[in-house]
């Protein structure tokens, strides 16, 4: 997808989310609305599926408007998962932003915006956190890569580019998330004044094969 698609990524995101990406862009008025976050449930819905049938057909990028319309309809675990496939999938465009595009500034606003709520609602469970996130990493590495990557760089660097983020991210959830015991993360969540629990509200489960 071109800077300019991605931009409109931020801009239609920015229409319904947080400051942290309202700060990144000011929309224009004139800014047409993706169907992702059309008013009419219906019209958002049939995207949704539509989507979800063919995710690999998609810019990764816009796998945070994915994320933003199912927590919207509330398919509150649905969404996280999407998240964290939005974070490995999106990693490797911002690990190669070496031409200053804005892959990597688009990502972390994005992510902020979308991972603050999410994360804070997911953290209440531990065990759920845990589930969601390896079944993410299991979906994401099968699941076929679009057939866009960076400018300027080769398929076999692009491949090794992939693997190395997926590496890199899988480690991360090692030291963070799965090191973490129940404990530690109840104490974390009351010292701050977060809900210890079963999730909140998380709409339907998980589809079988998004493993």
Known sequence: ?????RKGLIVGLAMVMTPALEACIAPPQTEKVDPLLSPDAGTRRATIDAFLARPQATDPFAYAMLTNALWQEGRRRQAAFWFYVFQIRT?????VDKRGDGAAALRAALNDGLGQEINGWLGSDLD???DLAARAMS???????SADRPEGVD???WSA??????RTYREGYEKTLGALTAAESAARRRENGMPVGPLEDPGPPLPADWR
Do not use: F, K, Q
């Open 1 to 5: 997808m071109a800077g300019l698609a």
């Open 91 to 95: 990693r490797p465009w911002a690990d």
């Open 128 to 130: 759920a956190w845990r």
């Open 139 to 145: 979906y994401e590495a099968r699941l076929p890569l």
């Open 155 to 157: 398929a076999a660097a």
């Open 161 to 166: 580019a992939v693997a190395t983020s997926r």
